[in-house]
């Protein structure tokens, strides 16, 4: 029997998992990308749980430890840079067993590409721009390459993703925005001590350096609601608005801002939730941030990895039924995606408190629990 062909939109982390896995359960997967190639840059997010056994059986876990950052602490600072609070990380239990392991993203989407790319088409540069769907597969033209046929469509490209806007309606009707923006942008050199993060809050804001490895990272998280106008391509319109937030903030945001004027590698988004009743429309699916974001603080590559495995073990399983495939890949992946979804809030509350009052409480709360990650 002919391999059944599946287009993936996304070459972030979903997608190369994905491919990696549906490529060894005899389909033939093909990876779109819009950018020229690998993102170099990114926040530390964490391999761990439903993650590490997927990330185990694909033989990566020796890359993602040659990888990982040396941070085994926060460290809560005030505007003169003084510890007020430390708080430990999961890296720091690696001592015990511990197997979680933060990575920059970037090195993360990098191996699982190293993974994929001798068993998977990978086409950089490129992006889908119509997709026509019947009862036997799907036409799709592209922005470059040639138009094509395919069994299976798999949008695992991000918040905003292309795949989820022309097969299931605007992003605006399933999008939502939390009261949250994140930046982050690299430095320009490793900092003094790799072990601790150094975090610094006011009312509403946090800057953090993060050590990572080659370069440290610095993040700007800040609430706001919605912005007018804002379009998530415009790099000069993000550091206008990442200026305007923290000018005044206090700490060391008068160099970070410098920095960031003169950046161009820089991240900017919001955080949001992305609802839908189902991931899946006839042989469409999603997968990742594009089905069910949770992209505040490191989880959602865990999920996506999880999820990537999921889908690919639930399409295996019935290769002639993408109906009932879809169904028990959404069933069994909502049991992870969905407390998460639920606990944004709360985490936004511990990183960003609103008030000064809320600043104090979480302070003091991390001194009464210094080595709770």
């Known amino acids: 029997m002919t391999p059944r062909t599946v287009l993936i939109s ?84 690696s001592a015990a067993g511990n197997r979680e392991v933060e990575l920059p993203r970037g090195d993360l989407a990098s191996i699982l590409y190293e993974a994929a790319r001798s068993d998977a088409e990978f086409l950089f540069d490129d992006t889908i721009i119509t997709m026509q769907q019947d009862e036997h597969g799907v036409d799709v033209d592209f922005d470059h390459a040639a138009p094509r046929r395919f069994d299976l469509i798999i949008g695992a490209d991000g918040l905003h993703s292309t795949v989820r806007r022309l097969a299931f309606g605007p992003e605006s009707d399933f999008v939502h925005h939390m009261g949250i923006y994140v930046a982050t942008m690299p430095l320009d050199g490793p ?47 993000h550091k206008r608005i990442v200026v305007e937030a923290y000018t005044g903030a206090g ?15 820089l991240y900017f988004d919001s955080v949001s939730h992305v609802r839908l009743s189902a991931w899946a429309r006839n042989r469409i699916g999603l997968l990742g941030d594009a089905a069910s974001s949770v992209s505040l603080f490191g989880d959602g590559s865990s999920l996506a990895i999880a999820g990537a495995f999921t889908l690919a073990e639930s399409l295996a399983a019935a290769p002639t039924d993408h109906t009932a495939a879809f169904r028990h890949y959404e069933t069994a992946h909502r049991t992870l995606v969905d407390p998460k979804q639920r606990g944004m809030r709360q985490v936004a509350a511990l990183l960003v408190p609103k008030s000064r009052t809320g600043i104090a409480v979480r302070n003091l709360a991390a001194r009464a629990w210094p080595n709770r990650p």
């Open 251 to 265: 700490w060391r945001a008068p160099e970070l801002l410098d920095q960031l004027r003169e950046t161009e590698d």
């Open 10 to 93: 996304g070459a972030g982390v979903a997608g190369p998992t994905l491919a990696y896995w549906l490529a060894r359960r005899g389909f033939q997967p093909t990876v779109v990308e819009r950018s020229q190639g690998l993102r170099s840059s990114g926040s530390p997010v964490d391999v761990r749980g439903p993650a590490l056994p997927v990330a185990e059986r694909m033989g990566i876990m020796p890359h993602l430890r040659e990888a990982a950052t040396q941070a085994t602490a926060v460290s809560l600072v005030d505007a003169s840079g003084r510890q007020i609070a430390r708080v430990g990380l999961p890296a720091a239990r």
């Open 191 to 237: 900092v003094n001590d790799p072990s601790h993060v150094l975090m610094y809050n006011t009312p509403g804001k946090l800057l953090s350096i993060h050590p990572s490895r080659d370069k440290a990272l610095a993040a700007f998280i800040f609430r706001s609601c919605a912005i007018d106008g804002f379009n998530h391509h415009n790099t000069e319109q």
